[in-house]
């Protein structure tokens, strides 16, 4: 693979890309547009509808410029006239000519009786019929220039196909060239859909290859047997609150084995609030009493200090000792955590990704802990695994419903599946419903905050974005809100991805402290962030969200006793928002979520490409589990070929 440097452009493009996470020239190329715009038919302007995207071919009969705009009036063939605008676009002033034909291709607008387009995607002098790709925003760079890129790393990529001949034939796959030629080339939306077929397979074929090198050589029985109970024995008495049903029949499946002395290789899955962090609680404190260290990771600093500040709160009592690792300490307090660790005198280490840094040592680790799992990639799980040796115990827990059949794909034919449906008592559950005015959603808002509650407003963009039109990001959010809110004495704080992790804790923790009453985000707040005093959350263009985050962001709300309600603000009435949003009012139940949300991306919906993080092949694995499994079995057949094997496993296993 050649490095993105490669490219013959100026150094501040390079870094552009660096920037969004482009190191080589084939990760360019694996950029999957974000939309295809159809412009192989030119239409007549006669039959324009308002709102299509859609190509004319016209001459253009006058151009003429203001201060801000570029206006071109343009005729076809049959002498019907329209008008194409382009705003602070002056350069195309020296590319457009009158009496020349060009071929423009854009959204439709009709102000009656005449029609327009403003800023086309597509503008080319003669006949023009192509399939026009638009991408996903890069900051300081066009799309025009960004196609320039993909352009010259197609000549800087080596394209020696990973697959060989037998898997393409076997699952009617084209070659790697043609992939990313149809991606980013396609001569028809059918040339789209099998270079997404590929990019697919590809996904759920390497992640196969993974986690089946992953599980052969893992050991079935434990390092040592954990049979000691007092301590959970006296924490249990000293809970207000009593578990449920659920967390109690989990646990003793949990204790049994470790008990016996089976490697324990668990997957606890449970709704949003559900009390999963309770029961690895336990779990961590038997393992304690045995004379073993324990260690949980959670995806984000917010969520591993959360966990940190209620096990130290419950256990510290006990004479159990915890310590928190994190990239955000300082030198000192880092050193002093590492130290902790390493001579034993840590029982239990709550951390994110540094609990599986090289420097961290771990004394005698009996136990570990995976909390959101589906947002680590399987060499990170693995990693945690091997600082505690071969027979560690593991629990994973998530909130993404996971069938036992995949279950099994993903943890080996050993796991323990345990599903906790019960909710805590005293939980109201969460009214929601759809709105279509923003300002409605304010007063609503207003009313829990007059009540001496508090709330979110959940945006999907952290600054405005070309390809998302209409809607409004964060920042333009907070400048609204603040507007209406201020006035009646209501604090406004903002947070999004964007920001240092310590200031996003340092804001969440003075939203926490009730410094403010309302907290605007991006997805940013979706896991980990716990305030039992939040009862509303208005979460904007909820359309944009999937199925499964909208509840995550649900979740944030009714973790009290007071009623909570989470209000969708969309105007979107398309069949698939409607079908979203009513499965979101109809429920609150997360598996309910989890089927509606299979059942609404479908077979034939390539959902998740356009995707980053690692729940992403965890999520595909969901959506298409009969071409999950014909791969899984294709990937054990090629196990026993170990030329074919080998091969595979170089190309996709992590480079040590």
Not at 11 to 33: S, V, W
Not at 487 to 506: L, Q, Y
């Amino acid at each position: 693979m050649k490095d993105i440097a490669s490219l013959n452009v100026p150094k501040a493009k390079i870094n552009q890309l660096l920037k969004k996470g482009f190191e080589t020239t084939e990760d360019l190329l694996r950029l999957k547009p974000l939309h295809y715009d159809d412009f192989t038919t030119p239409k007549k302007i006669s039959s324009l509808k308002d709102g299509e995207m859609a190509s004319v071919f016209v001459k253009v009969t006058s151009v003429e410029s203001s201060e801000k705009v570029l206006t071109v009036n343009v005729e076809d063939e049959e002498g019907d006239t329209f008008r194409i605008v382009f705003f602070n676009q002056f350069f195309m002033k020296n590319k457009i000519y009158r009496g020349k034909w060009y071929t423009f291709g854009g959204k439709i607008k009709r102000s009656y009786p005449f029609f327009s387009m403003a800023n086309p995607f597509l503008v080319k002098e003669g006949p023009v019929k192509q399939i026009q790709t638009r991408y996903s925003k890069i900051k300081g760079m066009s799309d025009e220039y960004l196609r320039k890129c993909i352009a010259l790393a197609g000549k800087e990529t080596d394209f020696t196909d990973e697959l060989d001949v037998d898997v393409k034939r076997r699952f009617e796959l084209v070659s790697k060239v043609n992939m990313f030629r149809h991606l980013h080339y396609p001569k028809t939306m059918n040339d789209v859909k099998e270079a997404e077929k590929r990019l697919l397979f590809e996904k759920l074929f390497a992640f196969n290859v993974q986690l089946i090198a992953n599980q052969e050589h893992k050991r079935k029985d434990a390092i040592a047997p954990m049979g000691s109970f007092s301590k959970t024995r006296e924490l249990l008495t000293q809970l207000p609150f009593e578990l449920t049903v659920g967390q109690r029949s989990a646990l003793r499946e949990i204790s049994f084995r470790m008990k016996k002395g089976t490697r324990l290789n668990a997957l606890i899955q449970g709704d949003v609030g559900s009390g999963k962090t309770m029961i690895a609680l336990f779990s961590m404190l038997i393992a304690s009493e045995s004379g073993f260290q324990s260690a949980i990771m959670a995806p984000t600093n917010v969520l591993a200090k959360q966990h940190f500040n209620e096990l130290t709160e419950r256990l510290q009592p006990l004479g159990v000792k915890t310590t928190y690792i994190s990239g955000e300490l300082k030198a000192k307090e880092k050193r002093q955590a590492l130290k902790e660790i390493e001579s034993g005198e840590s029982d239990i280490i709550i951390g994110t990704h540094a609990a599986i840094s090289e420097n961290v040592v771990y004394n005698n680790l009996g136990l570990i802990v995976v909390d959101e799992e589906h947002r680590f990639g399987v060499a990170q799980r693995e990693s945690f695994s091997e600082k505690g040796g071969s027979g560690v115990h593991v629990i994973n827990m998530s909130a993404t419903p996971i069938p036992r059949s995949l279950a099994m794909s993903l943890y080996g034919d050993d796991v323990l599946t345990l599903t906790i449906t019960s909710m805590p008592k005293g939980r109201v559950p969460i009214k929601t419903k759809r709105e279509t005015k923003e300002v409605d959603a304010y007063k609503e808002m207003l009313n829990e905050v007059k009540k001496g509650r508090q709330g979110y407003i959940v945006c999907p963009l952290i600054e405005e974005n070309e390809n998302m039109e209409n809607v409004e990001s964060v920042e333009e959010t907070f400048e609204k809100a603040n507007k209406f809110f201020s006035k009646h004495g209501v604090k406004v704080g903002m947070i999004h991805g964007r920001m240092k992790p310590e200031v996003v804790a340092e804001e969440i923790n003075a939203f926490a402290k009730g410094d403010y009453d309302i907290l605007i985000s991006t997805t940013i707040i979706e896991v980990g962030v716990n305030v039992p005093n939040a009862t509303i959350i208005l979460i904007k263009s909820a359309e944009r969200f999937g199925l499964a985050q909208l509840h995550q962001l649900r979740g944030r709300v009714g973790r009290s006793s007071h009623a909570s309600q989470c209000i969708l603000l969309s105007n979107n009435e398309t069949d698939k928002a409607l079908f979203k949003l009513k499965a979101m009012t109809d429920t609150s139940d997360g598996f309910i979520i989890a089927k509606k949300d299979m059942e609404l991306r479908g077979t034939g919906d390539i959902v998740g490409l356009e995707q980053s993080g690692n729940n992403q092949p965890i999520q595909l694995m969901l959506s298409y589990p009969s071409l999950h499994e014909k791969i899984r079995k294709y990937v054990l057949s090629i196990q026993k070929d170990s030329h074919k094997w080998n091969h595979y496993k170089k190309q996709y296993l992590p480079k040590e």
